[in-house]
Structure formats: C-alpha cells, structure tokens
C-alpha cells in the first residue's frame, strides 16, 4: 500500500465549476499537508500548506484536512482555464523534514 | 519568490553515456537540495537529499554509484547519470529549500522545485 493515494483522474470539469481533488495517507505520524501544482513540463509549485487539521483559505482555493480519516482535500472555487494543471498533494512528518512524500498528481482540465 | 534553475532543460544521450544536470538557487543560499524523479502520469520520487558540503542521502533502491550527487556550493548541485540505459529515460526535478520556517504558524519549510531536465537514452 502506498503511503499517499491519490487519483490520478483526469478529470474534467467546466469553467465556474468547483473542483475537489483529495488524497488519503496511511502515516497518522504526517503533521504537514501540502498541495503542489504542476503545468506540463515544469516543476511543482507550491500552492497551500497546512498544519495538522482544519481549513486553510486563500482566495479561491481552500484546503482541508480531516486526520480523523487521514483525508485531505483541495477545492477550487470559480475554476477557469488557467488552472488546468496536474495537483499534487505531498506530506511531511515534522518541520525540518527531510523528505515529502508526494501523491501521484491528479490531472485536471477547466473546460472554457 | 525563489527562483530555482535546472540546465539543461531537456538532453538525448546514448546509451553508456554520462550525462550531468545542474540545479541552482538563483537568488537564495540552500544547504539542501534534493534530487527527484518522475515517471510520465507518475508522482515525484524522491532519489536524494544533496547537503551542501557533505555527502549525498540516498534513498532505498537509488544506486549511489550510477546517479552521483555533489553540492559543492550553496547555490548549486549536480546530478551525473553515470553510463545511462533506456531504462534511466525520465523527468528528473531538484528541489532547494528555503528559510526554516514559522513554527507558530505553522509553515513548513519550503521546496522551491526547478522546471526540472527531461532525460531520454536511447
């Protein structure tokens, strides 16, 4: 069993529309939950971070982690065009950290 | 923000070939860098974590001998694919870490990625 699962999609949704990319986690040890975002042959970028559980808001997009299930979520809101990209969720155990274990990266296209 | 550079950005190699990719930190010191790998429709994999200084960290199954590792500096590291094969073929991304962080915050330290180097052997 993989440490992060993801869907790796592609999924496909209409500009407006609200996206919701999740991942779930097999380490209950993982305290630092990150969303990349990644466009055709480039490097990740980071979007979001967030510690240990709750919401994180920044503009359109929203983060959420739920430890109880070990579920993380990602949402979008007014999707458009500019964010088709493939998203990867990645987690660290502590701060310092050496390592991010990443999930497998969702591709989604925001239809115009 | 922190910008990190890969050169090249993409190279075609024959097989029993070397090849060298570099990774700088263009407008921020990192004393470490980390090296990934990522198979097409495939997430990062880590390969090695690259400290400035020292010797490379490499993770299970990641031949240390093949993919050789230097951080001679603090703004740059190098990854050497020794005699390359067909199999070696892949995106290969660095990564540099920026400042430790706000712990009362929250915020993790930060991997600036580069646009990474894509590697086909043929």
């Known amino acids: 069993q993989k440490e992060v699962e993801q869907d790796p999609g592609p999924l496909s949704v209409p500009e407006g529309a609200i996206v919701s990319l999740n991942c779930t986690y097999s380490?209950?040890?993982?305290?630092?939950f990150m969303w990349y975002r990644q466009y055709s042959r480039k490097g990740p970028e980071l979007l979001m971070y967030t510690y240990s559980s709750g919401n994180k808001e920044d503009g359109r997009f929203t983060a959420q982690v739920d430890k109880s299930s070990k579920y993380i979520s990602l949402f979008i809101r007014d999707s458009q065009p500019s964010d088709s990209a493939t998203y990867l969720c990645?987690?660290?155990?502590?701060?310092?950290?050496?390592?991010?274990?990443f999930g497998q990266g969702t591709r989604l296209t925001i239809n115009p | 923000g922190a910008v990190v550079s890969q050169h090249p950005s993409r190279v075609i190699c024959k097989s029993g070939t070397s090849v060298k990719i570099e990774c700088r930190s263009l407008?921020?010191?990192?004393?470490?860098m980390f090296w990934y790998r990522q198979f097409p429709k495939q997430s990062l994999m880590l390969m090695a974590t690259?400290?400035?200084?020292?010797?490379?960290?490499?993770e299970q199954g990641v031949e240390k001998d093949k993919f050789l590792i230097n951080h001679a500096s603090l703004t740059l590291s190098t990854l050497t694919v020794t005699s390359a094969h067909p199999e070696d073929s892949s995106f290969y991304i660095c990564?540099?870490?920026?400042?430790?962080?706000?712990?009362?915050?929250?915020?993790?330290?930060?991997?600036?990625f580069g646009p990474g180097t894509r590697l086909t052997v043929l």
């Open positions: 990645a987690m660290s155990l502590f701060q310092g950290a050496q390592k991010l274990v």
């Open positions: 380490n209950s040890a993982f305290q630092y």
């Open positions: 407008d921020f010191q990192a004393t470490t």
């Open positions: 990564s540099a870490r920026g400042d430790g962080g706000d712990e009362e915050r929250g915020s993790p330290d930060t991997q600036y």
């Open positions: 690259s400290n400035e200084g020292s010797k490379a960290t490499y």
